[in-house]
Protein backbone atom coordinates (compact mmCIF):
# COMPACT_ATOMS: atom_id res chain seq x y z
CA UNK A 1 0.00 0.00 0.00
CA UNK A 2 3.13 2.36 1.03
CA UNK A 3 4.82 2.10 -2.42
CA UNK A 4 1.60 2.14 -4.35
CA UNK A 5 0.76 5.64 -2.85
CA UNK A 6 4.49 6.32 -3.32
CA UNK A 7 5.09 5.66 -7.15
CA UNK A 8 1.71 7.87 -7.54
CA UNK A 9 3.68 10.92 -5.99
CA UNK A 10 6.41 9.78 -8.09
CA UNK A 11 4.73 10.05 -11.49
CA UNK A 12 3.38 13.03 -9.80
CA UNK A 13 6.51 14.43 -9.26
CA UNK A 14 7.54 13.75 -12.49
CA UNK A 15 4.97 15.23 -14.58
CA UNK A 16 5.37 18.33 -12.92
CA UNK A 17 9.46 18.23 -13.56
CA UNK A 18 8.70 18.31 -17.16
CA UNK A 19 7.55 21.52 -16.74
CA UNK A 20 10.86 22.53 -15.78
CA UNK A 21 12.70 24.23 -18.69
CA UNK A 22 16.29 26.20 -17.74
CA UNK A 23 15.35 29.36 -16.17
CA UNK A 24 12.17 28.81 -16.07
CA UNK A 25 10.03 31.19 -13.95
CA UNK A 26 6.88 29.77 -14.54
CA UNK A 27 7.80 26.55 -13.03
CA UNK A 28 9.53 28.26 -10.34
CA UNK A 29 6.78 30.21 -9.41
CA UNK A 30 4.05 27.40 -10.37
CA UNK A 31 5.14 24.26 -10.09
CA UNK A 32 8.46 24.27 -7.32
CA UNK A 33 6.67 23.68 -4.51
CA UNK A 34 4.24 21.04 -5.26
CA UNK A 35 6.77 19.53 -7.36
CA UNK A 36 8.80 19.37 -4.11
CA UNK A 37 6.63 18.08 -1.85
CA UNK A 38 5.40 15.06 -4.59
CA UNK A 39 8.73 13.73 -4.49
CA UNK A 40 9.78 14.33 -1.07
CA UNK A 41 6.41 12.43 -0.04
CA UNK A 42 7.00 9.70 -2.86
CA UNK A 43 10.81 9.34 -1.16
CA UNK A 44 9.45 9.05 2.25
CA UNK A 45 6.61 6.19 1.65
CA UNK A 46 9.60 4.72 -0.48
CA UNK A 47 11.65 4.71 2.66
CA UNK A 48 8.97 3.63 5.16
CA UNK A 49 7.68 0.49 2.37
CA UNK A 50 11.57 -0.59 2.57
CA UNK A 51 12.03 -0.31 6.52
CA UNK A 52 8.57 -2.08 6.81
CA UNK A 53 10.01 -5.11 4.24
CA UNK A 54 13.25 -4.89 6.25
CA UNK A 55 11.73 -4.79 9.63
CA UNK A 56 8.48 -6.96 9.30
CA UNK A 57 6.32 -4.06 9.12
CA UNK A 58 7.58 -2.07 11.86
CA UNK A 59 8.17 1.53 11.17
CA UNK A 60 8.84 4.58 13.47
CA UNK A 61 6.85 7.35 12.37
CA UNK A 62 8.35 10.52 11.19
CA UNK A 63 8.80 12.88 7.65
CA UNK A 64 12.69 13.22 7.90
CA UNK A 65 14.27 11.81 5.70
CA UNK A 66 17.64 11.44 6.39
CA UNK A 67 16.37 9.74 9.58
CA UNK A 68 14.41 6.78 7.45
CA UNK A 69 17.22 6.56 5.82
CA UNK A 70 19.30 5.90 8.82
CA UNK A 71 16.90 2.91 9.89
CA UNK A 72 17.78 0.90 6.43
CA UNK A 73 20.17 -1.89 6.82
CA UNK A 74 23.73 -0.95 5.71
CA UNK A 75 23.41 -2.89 3.34
CA UNK A 76 20.28 -1.43 2.10
CA UNK A 77 21.92 2.26 2.46
CA UNK A 78 24.97 0.87 0.34
CA UNK A 79 22.43 0.17 -2.59
CA UNK A 80 20.67 3.04 -2.36
CA UNK A 81 24.07 5.23 -2.76
CA UNK A 82 25.16 2.76 -5.75
CA UNK A 83 21.96 3.54 -7.58
CA UNK A 84 21.53 7.11 -6.85
CA UNK A 85 25.19 7.20 -7.95
CA UNK A 86 24.28 5.98 -11.39
CA UNK A 87 21.31 7.80 -12.01
CA UNK A 88 23.90 10.45 -11.51
CA UNK A 89 26.53 9.03 -14.22
CA UNK A 90 23.72 8.17 -16.47
CA UNK A 91 22.82 12.45 -16.22
CA UNK A 92 26.06 14.62 -16.68
CA UNK A 93 23.49 17.34 -18.12
CA UNK A 94 22.24 17.26 -14.54
CA UNK A 95 24.40 20.21 -12.97
CA UNK A 96 23.08 20.42 -9.56
CA UNK A 97 22.94 16.84 -9.05
CA UNK A 98 24.42 16.60 -5.10
CA UNK A 99 25.76 13.57 -3.69
CA UNK A 100 23.50 11.57 -1.83
CA UNK A 101 24.25 12.05 1.76
CA UNK A 102 24.12 16.03 0.96
CA UNK A 103 20.57 15.47 -0.92
CA UNK A 104 19.54 13.68 1.97
CA UNK A 105 20.00 16.26 4.40
CA UNK A 106 18.99 19.48 2.19
CA UNK A 107 15.71 17.86 1.46
CA UNK A 108 15.37 15.85 4.66
CA UNK A 109 12.54 18.10 5.99
CA UNK A 110 11.18 18.95 2.36
CA UNK A 111 8.21 17.51 2.69
CA UNK A 112 6.97 19.62 5.72
CA UNK A 113 8.80 22.70 4.61
CA UNK A 114 7.21 22.90 1.66
CA UNK A 115 3.60 22.18 2.16
CA UNK A 116 3.81 25.14 4.55
CA UNK A 117 6.56 27.71 2.78
CA UNK A 118 3.84 30.17 3.01
CA UNK A 119 3.87 30.42 6.66
CA UNK A 120 7.28 31.28 6.35
CA UNK A 121 7.26 33.52 4.07
CA UNK A 122 10.03 32.27 1.66
CA UNK A 123 11.09 28.93 -0.36
CA UNK A 124 13.23 26.84 1.51
CA UNK A 125 15.61 25.44 -0.52
CA UNK A 126 15.63 22.56 -3.07
CA UNK A 127 17.66 20.89 -6.22
CA UNK A 128 13.90 19.08 -7.86
CA UNK A 129 16.32 17.05 -9.87
CA UNK A 130 18.46 15.11 -7.01
CA UNK A 131 15.14 14.92 -5.25
CA UNK A 132 13.72 12.97 -8.08
CA UNK A 133 16.51 10.81 -8.91
CA UNK A 134 16.56 9.53 -4.91
CA UNK A 135 13.02 9.11 -5.73
CA UNK A 136 13.43 6.83 -8.36
CA UNK A 137 16.57 5.04 -6.50
CA UNK A 138 14.64 3.76 -3.88
CA UNK A 139 11.74 2.77 -6.63
CA UNK A 140 14.05 0.51 -7.38
CA UNK A 141 15.95 -0.49 -4.45
CA UNK A 142 11.85 -0.62 -3.00
CA UNK A 143 11.33 -3.61 -6.07
CA UNK A 144 14.38 -5.52 -5.60
CA UNK A 145 14.15 -6.01 -1.51
CA UNK A 146 10.20 -6.59 -2.06
CA UNK A 147 11.01 -9.43 -4.96
CA UNK A 148 13.42 -10.76 -2.72
CA UNK A 149 11.19 -10.63 0.54
CA UNK A 150 8.33 -13.21 -1.48
Not at 54 to 79: C, D, M, R, V
Not at 86 to 91: F, G, K, V
Not at 119 to 148: C, M
Amino acid sequence: MCARSALVFLHQGEQLLSAMKPNSVNFLYYYIAPCTVELAFSCELYLKAIIATENNNYIKPGHYLKALFNQLSKETQIQVEKKYSAYESAHPECKAFMPLKKCLKKHSNAFIEWRYYFEIGKHPSVEPSSLYYLALSLHDIYQEVSENAD
